[in-house]
């Protein structure tokens, strides 16, 4: 472990870049995301202050979804209108996350830290294409005209979506959660997505990306006058992220990425674990 | 040409036309966004790195950052009169205002459409986001 201390500007912007860099690399390759150890990252090995350590991972999460996005839509997958009705509940949940973040101790705020990361390390290991099941379209669905196709191997596919209020409620969860965290909270929101309102694994995820910059941006603004955002701690943290997972997205198609998925999650539980015991001790 | 509400075949490829050409827009408009926001950061980056390289920084407490880098205002006018970290957060503060954009302009691409339901939702979520950037400071 390195002391910030003992180390000057230089030396202490480029190590940070280097682990964003790995960060945002891994977690694009995996699909698990970089933001999530970025903010464990800063606060264990870098001893960096909690708050500014999630200003600076929020500001790199805007920064790999647009970056990314790019990227998905000439695929045709993302649903513009989903994502945008959706965008109602996670920005107004990362509003309510972000003032949160003033209010709760930055203790209890590593505890939850440490859940959420054992919970996307969980899920990521259990996620897979679920069942297709032929049912009647829902009624808010067709009236918000959320029903659509995407290219698929076989063809254009049709499909419809459900339980569009439960996935409202969930998408509020996730914006919570991305405001009082500084994460893109892209596990929880494909969770809603697919699992909750049934829509395509393809349409979930890729949709979840596009609608990462949004909910972001929706806190950052609530972090920029609290003063959690140091350009000097954000610099190297943004550039290292975007970079890494702009490699990443493109090694991603050659690669087989099942090892590294486990390792890297196995990675992401034991920083949980860091974070969960520092925070019960009241060390943040 | 005015898209109306249904969901038959016809509209359906007509919304979907339209919304294709949407994402693209916004697609070239994201990463101008992040291309921009990169090089400006990376402009005050360097003459930070090289004027001081060899000083400490300590960011193990939290003491917040002064009032030239925590508003819209703030950041820009110490940006223009040469500030490196202002700078720096005038590139983070165009990366924070991209995505912003791209909801601007899907309201403009809503409207277009002739689609007033998703015109209406697509304000709530710029309301939110205006708010945030440049209100947030009456609550906290």
Redesign the interface.
């Known amino acids: 472990m390195w002391h910030t201390g003992r180390l000057n500007v230089l030396e202490f912007t480029f190590l940070v870049w280097t682990g964003s860099l790995i960060a945002g690399f891994l977690g694009a390759l995996t699909g698990l995301g970089g933001g999530v150890v970025l903010v464990p990252l800063l606060t264990i090995f870098f001893h960096v202050d909690l708050r500014y350590a999630i200003g600076a991972s929020l500001v790199s999460v805007i920064a790999t979804s647009s970056g990314s996005a790019a990227a998905y839509v000439k695929e045709g997958f993302s649903n513009i209108r989903i994502g945008m009705f959706l965008e109602i509940a996670t920005t107004l949940g990362a509003l309510v996350g972000a003032y949160l973040t003033a209010r709760i101790s930055p203790s209890v705020i590593a505890v939850i830290f440490g859940l959420m990361l054992m919970y996307s390390a969980y899920i990521s290991r259990r996620m897979r294409p679920r069942a297709e099941t032929e049912q009647p379209p829902d009624r808010v669905a067709t009236k918000l005209r959320m029903n659509d196709s995407f290219p698929d191997t076989s063809g254009i596919r049709h499909y419809n979506v459900y339980h569009v209020p439960a996935g409202f409620g969930v998408m509020f969860g996730a914006g919570t959660l991305s405001g009082l965290l500084g994460i893109g909270s892209g596990a929880l929101k494909v969770v809603a997505m697919d699992q909750a309102m049934k829509i395509p694994f393809k349409v979930s995820t890729t949709t979840s990306n596009f609608m990462i910059g949004v909910t972001a941006a929706a806190s950052a603004g609530v972090y920029l006058s609290r003063g959690y955002i140091d350009p000097t701690l954000a610099m190297p943290v943004m550039l290292g992220v975007l970079i890494g997972s702009l490699m990443g997205t493109r090694v991603l198609v050659k690669t087989q990425t099942k090892r590294l998925r486990l390792v890297f999650s196995i990675v992401i539980v034991l920083l949980g674990m860091e974070m969960l015991l520092k925070g019960f001790a009241g060390r943040f | 040409m005015t898209v109306n509400?249904g969901?038959g075949p016809q509209e359906?490829r007509t919304?979907?036309w339209y919304?294709?050409r949407?994402?693209?827009v916004?697609?070239?408009l994201?990463?101008g966004?992040?291309l921009a926001?990169?090089l400006v950061?990376?402009g005050?980056?360097v003459p930070?790195?090289g004027f001081?390289?060899?000083?400490?920084?300590?960011?193990?407490?939290?003491?917040?950052?002064?009032a030239q880098?925590?508003?819209v205002h703030g950041i820009v006018s110490a940006a223009f009169s040469g500030d490196t970290?202002?700078i720096?957060?005038l590139?983070?503060?165009l990366?924070?205002?991209?995505?912003?954009v791209?909801?601007a302009f899907?309201v403009f691409a809503f409207a277009v459409e002739g689609?007033r339901?998703?015109v209406f939702?697509?304000l709530?979520?710029l309301g939110?986001?205006l708010?945030?950037?440049?209100g947030?400071?009456l609550?906290?």
């Not at chain 2, 001081?52 to 002064?66: I, L, S």
């Not at chain 2, 990366?95 to 912003?100: G, K, Q, R």
């Not at chain 2, 708010?131 to 440049?134: A, I, K, R, V, W």
């Open positions: 509400h969901t359906r919304q979907n919304d294709e949407m994402e693209n916004i697609a070239q994201l990463r966004g992040v926001a990169g950061v990376i005050g980056a930070y790195l001081h390289p060899r000083a400490h920084v300590d960011y193990r407490t939290f003491h917040g950052e002064p880098l925590k508003t970290q202002a720096m957060q590139g983070l503060l990366l924070i205002a991209t995505p912003i791209r909801v899907s689609d339901l998703y939702f697509t709530i979520v939110v986001l708010y945030s950037l440049f947030s400071f609550i906290v």
